[in-house]
């Protein structure tokens, strides 16, 4: 049981290029999350997903997009990549039902962006 | 201001020394709390899961929330130089999808 894996672990990208970003779960989770972690900011939601199929922005979704075509795969898009997108990226997933809030983190993909 | 407020340390502490973590919030509709410990260039692991006002323990580790005053809290005891990470507290209403809204962190160093 691998819990949240996410592929790459480091990137390096130009300005302009563009790339995906892989999060895999093994959990059946229903519910699954992009986030961003810059210094002295916490965790900001970049665009979650209820269910397969589904996508919705979270607190800082401009300059991404995102697809979950299958229930344990969620992947996040940068089409023209920014300065202002150097950060590290985490992908959580959660079960659905009631008493289950909680999300399970992947280790996190590191970005820089020149 | 921010939803979620929490003081960012840095924090050190002795090892054996009772530390306690703070966060405040202004959203009222928030129902589920949580803590999570993250170690340096690691993902975010679950610590602590609180649902209701009061106290929850697990080992060294007391959660508690009390929603009157919209202020929760991280006690450790005996604390070990194992326990140095960043500390993020989360909280969501329920129907959000689970949408969390984290504070910004404290790092807790505790020196053998």
């Known amino acids: 049981n691998a819990g949240v894996t996410q592929t790459p672990k480091f990137r390096v990208l130009k300005t302009g290029q563009s790339m995906t970003l892989l999060c895999a779960q093994d959990?059946?989770?229903?519910?699954m999350y992009w986030y961003r972690q810059d210094p002295g900011m916490g965790l900001r939601l970049i665009h979650y997903?209820?269910?397969?199929?589904?996508?919705a922005k979270g607190e800082v979704p401009d300059g991404y997009n995102v697809s979950r075509l299958k229930k344990q795969n969620f992947l996040l898009g940068l089409e023209s990549a920014a300065p202002s997108q150097t950060s590290v990226y985490f992908c959580a997933s959660s079960y659905a039902g009631a008493g289950e809030e909680t999300q399970y983190f992947g280790p996190g993909t590191r970005l820089l962006v020149l | 201001q921010k939803e979620v407020e929490q003081d960012p340390g840095p924090l050190s502490v002795p090892e054996g020394a009772i530390v306690s973590l703070n966060c405040t919030y202004s959203?009222?509709?928030?129902?589920?709390f949580m803590w999570y410990r993250q170690y340096s260039r690691k993902g975010p692991e679950l610590l602590m899961y609180?649902?209701?006002?009061g106290n929850k323990e697990d080992g060294r580790f007391t959660a508690q929330v009390d929603k009157s005053s919209k202020y929760i809290s991280l006690f450790i005891r005996d604390s070990q130089p194992s326990d140095s990470a960043t500390y993020l507290c989360?909280?969501?209403?329920?129907?959000?999808?689970?949408?969390?809204?984290f504070g910004s962190g404290t790092q807790l160093t505790v020196l053998p």
């Open positions: 609180t649902y209701s006002s």
């Open positions: 997903s209820v269910g397969e199929g589904t996508t």
């Open positions: 959203n009222s509709a928030f129902q589920y």
């Open positions: 959990m059946n989770h229903e519910y």
């Open positions: 989360a909280m969501c209403s329920s129907g959000s999808a689970r949408q969390l809204t």
